[in-house]
């Protein structure tokens, strides 16, 4: 019995393979043509009608209505070292003015480059940058406190401004919403609280958070932490940033509590209290999170401080861009 089903099957298989080439050739072949041709046609046609799109946008235009974006003062602290190449000190005053010129090209920007009268190097900036911004010298001032004076320019200005921006001139901005994000913090948190950027580094394709990471057991505070939807921000001991951007409601309590820490070195030293310190007097000043660093953040343009963690061995060479924050387990 079995000998007669395996027969049946070899015939049964030969005759299928006898069949099977006239099959194709008078049956399959036709009706697969039909089938693509189908597919072809209504691949073109979809094309085709994708195409009246463009039509249809011309027939219906929206009316194009560009509100004017908001007024930003700002003020960029710089002071030519008189030990580095001046090439060098053109090439970080350059990439800080780019920076705010792209980042910030949507509001009505003016830029105030506060140096010391003798100490900048803005006659060799490009024309573009020249024909952009306003330089204030100053005569009689110890570089290192210049960066107080910056509140002078922004008490003159206050009714001319929305937005109050003061940086060094070795950061460098690269981030079009920053201004977006600080009004979306504003308004979720109390009056006294104040964002700053982290800082960070670029060293070797990896990005690396600098202020936060000198000693391992640099805390954030969990007291204080503010959540927002999936953002995170929190207080920490490490403040400083560089960077800070007042609204003028914000700038206005700043004037009105009558800045008596201007001119005192209350962080670390003069230029970090310029930064840093002074605004401690008013407001408490806030980070993003170590869970979501990059929500506002500013570029230091080099990498001496990336470096110096590495030889300190605070964060490893083979860790994460994100790595750098990883060793403290209480983050």
């Known amino acids: 019995m079995a000998g007669h089903?395996?027969?049946?099957?070899?015939i049964g298989r030969g005759w299928f393979e006898k069949a099977f080439p006239h099959a194709e050739r008078t049956i399959l072949k036709p009706i697969g043509e039909v089938i693509e041709t189908g597919r072809a046609i209504r691949t073109r046609a979809r094309i085709t009608f994708v195409r009246q799109r463009e039509a249809v946008h011309r027939r219906f235009p929206a009316p194009i209505d560009v509100q004017p974006g908001p007024r930003v003062l700002a003020v960029v602290t710089h002071v030519a070292d008189p030990a580095r190449e001046a090439s060098e000190s053109v090439e970080r005053l350059e990439r800080t003015l780019d920076g705010l010129l792209a980042s910030l090209a949507h509001t009505r920007l003016r830029i105030v480059v506060n140096t010391v009268s003798d100490r900048h190097v803005t006659a060799a900036l490009p024309e573009h940058q020249r024909s952009r911004i306003s330089v204030h010298g100053i005569s009689g001032v110890d570089p290192m406190y210049l960066g107080f004076c910056a509140q002078d320019e922004f008490e003159r200005q206050i009714d001319e401004a929305d937005w109050f921006l003061y940086l060094e001139?070795?950061?460098?901005?690269?981030?079009s919403l920053f201004i977006e994000k600080l009004a979306y913090f504003n308004s979720v948190t109390p009056d006294e609280a104040l964002l700053i950027p982290n800082r960070y580094e670029l060293w070797n394709g990896r990005k690396i958070y600098v202020d936060n990471v000198w000693r391992p057991e640099l805390a954030w505070n969990?007291?204080?932490?503010?959540e927002v939807a999936d953002w995170r921000f929190a207080e920490l001991e490490n403040p400083h940033g560089g960077c800070y951007c007042l609204s003028q409601a914000q700038l206005r309590r700043w004037l009105e509590a009558g800045r008596s820490w201007y001119g005192l070195v209350s962080f670390v030293g003069p230029r970090?209290?310029?930064?840093?310190?002074?605004?401690?007097?008013?407001?408490?000043?806030?980070?993003?999170?170590?869970?979501?660093s990059h929500f506002l953040e500013i570029r230091h343009w080099g990498t001496r401080y990336a470096e110096a963690l590495l030889k300190r061995g605070v964060i490893e060479e083979s860790r994460t861009p994100l790595g750098a924050l990883a060793k403290n387990p209480a983050w």
Not at 169 to 175: A, I, K, P, R, T
Not at 222 to 226: D, I, K, N, S
Request: proline share 3%; glycine share 6%; charged share 25%.
């Open 5 to 10: 089903y395996g027969s049946t099957k070899m």
């Open 169 to 175: 001139d070795d950061l460098v901005l690269s981030d």
């Open 222 to 226: 969990r007291l204080t932490q503010v």
């Open 272 to 292: 970090e209290s310029a930064a840093t310190g002074c605004l401690q007097e008013c407001f408490r000043l806030y980070k993003p999170h170590a869970a979501n």
